[in-house]
């Protein structure tokens, strides 16, 4: 180990930490010691049996800060830094073990060389005293040490209970590149690590859409996992320069605060997705999880060696998530840009059978229908054949085929991924639109509530369930609605001009809560975005629902003005319900394409 590992080794394991604790506990003991001794008349000895302790303490501190971590269950060994790692935390929360102990070492060391002075004095009664305070001291020793192999916590930090299932949510990790242009990248990194942690069974991760709302909001991790109702938070940085990156990553209590584990990666860029995999494993040990041989394999993110098709590819996924035209067309280009330098890259086929597909579903490039087709299948078939395991493939397939009209083979791609990866909420969601599509309401609405149970937060899942139970006059959509509304008004306090959140919450606000308020929501989220096909198509279901008629047929005018629409959908749509009897609502539908 040269110069430059020992002195990272040491940082890493907190060392210094205790050296500065220790220099200042040494100088609060002296201060006191002096005026102390004088006060009492005691011998001038007493002044250097504390000095010669203090320096018997420091090496013990330091030893034992080198070699234990105190964290929430007790103490433990600092692991050895991996072989694969550049640099890295061991999950200390501080110098606070090293201290206790050092003090140990020290209490136990000083009654020793008290009783030995004393006994060259000839003071029969400091003898007997500092036998007792010595007794006491390594009986105190003894009991701190036993209740640590039991595994309670030197520090006040309260683990999950053992019978509370384990639940984490993965927040953005934040950008700390010289030139804050990365933000893509990290967004990117978190992705990936949730998807990876949701294939992991008795273990719930937070929706992507509950977590990263939290981006860039200064909030306290313990008032974040009250928000979202996991025990854990997986937070970190990304720092990338050049062919390196540094990734820190920290397991938060989210009771407390307190670091359940952390580690620092500085690696090249290509060992990204083995960082990612070696993170994913690490908070399942924390969490103390046992993985099936299936669930390992779904830690193992493959991925792509080519630094420049993986960055494109998170650009892409980045751009798919702004659910916008403009978003769609980005995220194309970027698909097929990773594509051309990877053509291996599982993944990135996937992404481009899912851009073609949202394009498609809304009728947004008419002209190439014909060639956007052929390439979302070609794409969604090729991220299968590279990667048969990969659960978000099968969900892109499944969607393509769907849109084919190929319903058969569409329900079994999705009963796969669900088999694959039953923690992966999209293919709940996206099965139940295929199944609403085909006219299988009640089907639809069990994926639905599958869905909602992974991501209590998906207010999207449970308004569209809200509208099916309200269509079918079942009497459970009052309840459905209670947690739709939750969940749109937690969405709604963190960011107000959530247009989604707005026109699906106000439409279930306008059947079960206050009208008033949901036919404002509805207004607002049309003057944000005022030719958005999905805006006003949702906002024609709210005001049909409200009663508002000539309303709700202006809106949906406008909405198929934009040549956009999905008649199959339109014609099961239960919102429509109260204007099927109306010339205009038919001539509307009439300009819809299949």
Same mark, same amino acid.
């Given at each position: ?381 090729? /991220? &299968?054949? *590279?990667? %048969?395991? +990969?659960?978000? !493939?099968?969900?892109?397939? #499944?969607?393509? $085929?769907?849109?084919? =009209? @190929? ?9 796969? /991924? &669900?088999? *694959?990866? %039953?923690? +992966?909420?999209? !293919?709940?969601?996206?099965? #139940?639109?295929? $199944?609403?599509?085909? =006219? @299988? ?9 599958? /869905?909602?149970?992974?991501? %209590? ?138």
């Amino acid at each position: 180990m040269n110069l430059s590992q020992l002195v990272e080794e040491l940082r890493r394991r907190r060392v210094f930490r205790v050296l500065v604790a220790y220099g200042i506990v040494t100088f609060a003991v002296l201060q006191v010691v002096e005026p102390v001794m004088h006060g009492l008349h005691l011998p001038e000895w007493v002044l250097s049996v504390t000095v010669v302790a203090l320096g018997l303490g420091f090496p013990v501190a330091v030893a034992l800060a080198w070699a234990f971590d105190l964290k929430p269950t007790g103490i433990e060994r600092t692991p050895p830094v991996a072989r694969t790692s550049g640099a890295g935390g061991s999950g200390s929360t501080g110098p606070g073990l090293a201290m206790v102990l050092g003090a140990l070492g020290l209490a136990a060391a000083a009654p020793g060389l008290v009783y030995y002075f004393a006994w060259r004095t000839g003071s029969g009664q400091v003898r007997t005293a500092v036998l007792v305070a010595g007794a006491c001291v390594l009986v105190a020793a003894a009991a701190l040490f036993a209740r640590s192999r039991r595994g309670a916590p030197f520090a006040p930090a309260a683990v999950p209970a053992a019978t509370e299932a384990p639940s984490t949510a993965v927040l953005p990790f934040a950008d700390l590149s010289p030139a804050k242009d990365q933000d893509y990248f990290c967004d990117g990194i978190a992705e990936e690590l949730l998807n990876a942690l949701c294939g992991v069974s008795g273990l719930r991760v937070a929706a992507r859409s509950s977590s990263f709302q939290f981006k860039g909001k200064p909030m306290d991790s313990r008032e974040i996992s009250r928000a979202l109702g996991v025990s854990t938070l997986l937070e970190g940085s990304v720092r990338k320069a050049g062919n390196r990156v540094r990734v820190s990553a920290q397991l938060v209590n989210g009771n407390d605060g307190y670091q359940l584990w952390s580690e620092t990666f500085d690696r090249g860029l290509e060992d990204i997705f083995a960082i990612q995999e070696e993170i994913a494993q690490a908070v399942v040990r924390a969490l103390k999880l046992r993985l099936s041989t299936q669930e390992e394999s779904r830690l193992k993110r493959a991925g792509t060696r080519n630094l420049q098709a993986y960055e494109m590819y998170l650009k892409g996924r980045q751009f798919l998530a702004g659910v916008n035209e403009n978003g769609y067309r980005f995220a194309r280009q970027m698909f097929k840009g990773a594509i051309d330098l990877d053509p291996g890259f599982a993944q990135a086929h996937a992404g481009l059978g899912d851009t073609n597909f949202f394009i498609l579903q809304w009728h947004l490039d008419e002209v190439h229908a014909d060639v956007l087709r052929a390439e979302a299948l070609a794409a969604s078939e090729e /991220a &299968l054949r *590279l990667d %048969p395991e +990969l659960a978000e !493939a099968r969900v892109s397939h #499944a969607n393509v $085929l769907s849109l084919l =009209g @190929r319903a058969d083979e569409a329900e079994r791609d999705f009963q796969s /991924a &669900l088999v *694959l990866n %039953p923690a +992966l909420a999209d !293919a709940y969601y996206y099965y #139940a639109r295929h $199944l609403f599509a085909a =006219g @299988r309401l009640e089907e639809a609405a069990r994926r639905l509530e599958e /869905a909602a149970e992974r991501n %209590p937060d998906d207010y999207s899942s449970l308004c569209l369930l809200v509208s099916i139970r309200h269509g079918e006059h079942d009497a459970r959509a009052a309840e459905v609605a209670v947690r739709a509304r939750a969940a749109v008004d937690r969405r709604l306090r963190l960011n107000p001009d959530d247009v989604r959140a707005l026109y699906m919450g106000g439409g279930a606000e306008v059947m079960y809560g206050d009208r008033a308020l949901g036919l404002e929501r509805l207004r607002h989220a049309v003057e944000l975005q005022p030719t958005d096909f999905g805006t006003l198509y949702n906002a024609a279901c709210g005001y049909a629902n409200g009663g508002e008629y000539e309303l709700a047929l202006d809106m949906l005018d406008r909405a198929v003005a934009t040549g956009r629409g999905f008649r199959r959908w339109m014609e099961q749509d239960a919102d429509f319900d109260p204007l099927r009897g109306s010339p205009r609502f038919q001539e509307i539908l009439a300009r819809v394409k299949g």
